[in-house]
Each structure stands twice: as C-alpha cells, then as structure tokens.
C-alpha cells in the first residue's frame, strides 16, 4: 500500500504563511506527479498546484500564482507547498494527491490512477 502523510496545516493570520508537506510511503516504483487540493466548505475540490516526476513542471492555480510555490522535499517522495500571503479564501482541507502511481503491493505490481492523503486544515483568520 502506499500512503500520503501530511503536515504543516494550521491557523493564521491574513498575510501570513504556512508551509505543508508530504511524504509517499511505501514500495513506490513510479508516479507521473504529486500535489496539492483543497476543498473548501460547500465547494468542489480543486486543484491548488502540482508538480511532474519527469520534467519538474508546475501547475499552479491561478487563484495562487505569485504567492504559493510547490517543490519536491530534500527526501526522497516528498513534495512541499509553501503558501505565503495568504487570504481567507485560502480557508480550505489540504490533500496530497500522487497522480497515476504504480507501486508493489506484496509480490504484486498495482497501476492506480491516484492516491489521496487524509488532508490537513488551514485556516486563515482576517
């Protein structure tokens, strides 16, 4: 099995900053790329940023050009979204997302198109 643990999430104040990490565990053999959605109350999930295991492209949210930043950790499966400036509207659930992933499950190889962490909270206060 593979899990996505993250961390970072928290309260602040408007223009403030957080950084959040997570962390792939298990036999991972490959993924096409991680990130980060947020799903605010009443609202559909979206997509905040992502970045690709190959290349190192970054997707960012329009809502968060110029204030938030995705990178990969200095460990080995780790992806990290630093969001500065934040805004209320920021409010949201967190979750670490592993896009088309494949990795061993006992002697097997399994091929999913994604995997979602349990989510972390941030909250920003006006």
């Known amino acids: 099995q593979v899990q996505l643990a993250e961390s970072g999430g928290g309260l602040v104040q408007q223009g403030g900053s957080l950084r959040l990490s997570c962390a792939a565990s298990?036999?991972?053999?490959?993924?096409?790329?991680m990130g980060w959605y947020r799903q605010a109350p009443g609202k559909q999930r979206e997509l905040v940023a992502s970045?690709?295991?190959?290349?190192?492209?970054?997707n960012l949210a329009d809502s968060v050009k110029g204030r938030f930043a995705i990178s990969w950790g200095n460990a080995k499966n780790t992806v990290t979204l630093q969001m500065n400036s934040l805004k209320p509207e920021d409010t949201a659930v967190y979750y670490c997302?592993?896009?088309?992933?494949?990795?061993?499950?006992?002697?097997?190889?399994?091929?999913?198109?994604?995997?979602w962490g349990q989510g972390t909270q941030v909250t920003v206060s006006a």
């Open positions: 997302h592993a896009d088309r992933i494949n990795y061993y499950s006992g002697d097997s190889m399994v091929a999913a198109r994604e995997v």
């Open positions: 970045i690709s295991a190959a290349s190192n492209t970054v």
């Open positions: 298990g036999r991972i053999l490959f993924y096409d790329s």
